[in-house]
């Protein structure tokens, strides 16, 4: 059966009009974009078959757009299309914290590092620098390292701080692994940090790591 022969309530375009985007599953919101399935499928069975084989969705969609073109039921057009979909939602969120953007929650400075670390092959040491009403000044990835670890300097961020006028600080780092648990060694760091900072009076507000789920606040758990 095709999807305009479902009931109106199933198809995923009309799904998304009358409740949101949000009630549709990944292989619906995936069909959407493939527009068609393969020959004898339709594309909300196309794209549970992408899933099954080469998901779940993270993995999927964070495969380079020359990678996302050679699988089945996609090729040159969609793998353009999902890329240019993800590079948006990117954008939004970099808007969202854009310099001079004041940062009233800091749960959106997680999911900012979030989007810019996870899934990387190494592990990346990354600070967001704020003003003294949390008005957002820069973003710098300042250290990189190898699968398991990165060499922190708190001097240097110090310093990068200090050049950028900065009243406040929020570090993260990714986990390469997919396990976002702090070790003893991120606590220990992060320890080093607020000393650093708070030396010449900048304060470090967080600390995330960034693995598989959302991301994993040490302030949350009283170690900033």
Known sequence: MRIRDWPATERPREKLLARGAGALSDAELLALFLGSGLRGRDAVATARELLATHGPLRPLLEQPPHALRRLP???PARACTLAAALELGRRLLHAEL??????GD??????YFMQHLRGRPHEVF???FLD????????EELFQGT???????PREVVRRALGHNAAAVIVAHNHPSGNPEPS????????RLKQALALVDLRLLDHFVIGDGPPVSLA????V
């Open 73 to 75: 039921g996609l090729g």
């Open 220 to 223: 949350a758990r009283g170690w």
């Open 98 to 103: 854009e310099r001079g953007a004041v940062l």
């Open 126 to 128: 990354a600070a967001m």
């Open 184 to 191: 003893a060694a991120d606590r220990a760091v992060t320890a």
């Open 147 to 153: 699968l398991d670890g990165a060499e922190v300097h």
């Open 132 to 139: 003294t009403r949390h008005r957002v000044l820069a973003y």
């Open 106 to 111: 800091p749960q959106a400075a997680g999911r």
